[in-house]
């Protein structure tokens, strides 16, 4: 394993550190620090300029219209571009493209045509419904919903919870159960218009992170004609556990921007600020702070891109994905809660991003696969077996 960056990485990254520094940075200042949403007409500048360099669509397969670049350059690339306030999410995640549901490159020409390729224009937007009220981290056997065959159509009954953007979306993937006698054999996934009739968004879940939210969904008779069906009837869970683990890196990546950015903060800060008489840098306590905080950044730096040279190289990755994802949103939890410490009062307030990558990076414990289930895949790879 090599890591050494080529000449063309280590541009790229050197030209997304630049486009945050001089683009994104400077608009926190007039955001509310909470906010969710960019102005449009920033929004489109920013997307335009990152078409111009050519990281549009970064994550989108290039026979897609995503960018040429491999797993580890995308790694590469999330780390720099969360280093800022909303590096986590939107308002600026958007300006790079994308679609959020990989599961969709899987689909019939006639689904592409009528759903990929509008989302990938800008045109739609989507959401993916696993999570039900009876669990999330074991969706083989907590999946309630049912669907029914009847005619040309399928009938959905049921329910589903934490499904992030439901509201706002015009169609999503809803799995539901289509083989009420099986486990995982027995799940189908249907791609569902949000206008149908039966589709009913119950209410926002409001999160810690308060700008962002979750949906309450409920399904009533909701008729899904059958040529929504994503892949085969009964095949459903493998289209939603099938590329997980390689989502899981990039995941990890996006994790570590903000605590590489929360560190930098740090060492800047303990060299100016002074109590007692002398700088903070001077005081062993906060220098033992800062030096696990570098130790957390680059551990967690060391597993992400392992598993995106294993993963990128066609090994098997799992166990090293699984390792990346709850490593870096561990890590880096606990690096931006020491920023705040070293902060003192300005940590805590909204001046500072610390307080919203604080709240961020805990919800980032919970999604992906919470890290429970994250070490329950690594004793499974790692002991044998085939364990819950
Ligand atoms: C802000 C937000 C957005 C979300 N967006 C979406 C979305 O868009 N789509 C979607 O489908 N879901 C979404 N989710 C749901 C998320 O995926 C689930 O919350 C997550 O999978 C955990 O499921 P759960 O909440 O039901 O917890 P449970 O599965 O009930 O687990 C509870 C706790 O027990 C632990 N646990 C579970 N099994 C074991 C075990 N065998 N051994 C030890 N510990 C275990 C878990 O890790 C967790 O800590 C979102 C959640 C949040 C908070």
Known sequence: ???ELSDEQR???????????????????????????????????????VKAMGLYGLGIPEEYGGPAIDLVTEVLLAMELSQHRAGLYAPCYGVFGGTGLAQLYEATEDQKQRYLHPTLRGEKTAFFALTEPSG????????????????????????????????????????ARTDPTQGRGGITCFIVDTDAPGFYVRRVVHTLRSAHYAT??????????????????????????DRVSRARIPYAAACLGPAIKAQQMCIDYVKVRKTFGDLLATRQAIQWM???????????RFLVLEAAFKAQSGAPFATEAAMAKLVASEAAGRVVDRAIQIHGGSGVSKDLPLERWYRELRIRRIGEGASEIQRLVIARNVIGGSFH
């Open 11 to 49: 541009l790229l990254v050197q030209t997304a550190r630049r486009f945050v520094q001089e683009q994104i940075v400077p608009l926190e200042t007039k955001l509310d620090p909470d906010a969710d949403s960019l102005d449009p007409e920033d929004h489109a500048r920013l997307a335009a300029q």
């Open 136 to 175: 999330g981290s074991d969706p083989a056997r907590a999946i309630r919903t049912t669907a029914v065959r009847d005619g040309d159509d399928w009938v959905i009954n049921g329910g589903k919870i934490f499904i992030s953007g439901a509201d706002e979306a015009d169609y999503g993937l809803v799995f």
């Open 216 to 241: 309450e969904l409920q399904f009533e008779n909701l008729r899904v004609p059958h040529k929504n069906v994503l892949g085969e009837v009964n095949k459903g869970f493998s289209i939603a556990s």
């Open 290 to 300: 800062i030096v696990d905080n570098e130790i957390d950044v680059r551990t967690a």
């Open 1 to 3: 394993m090599d890591f």
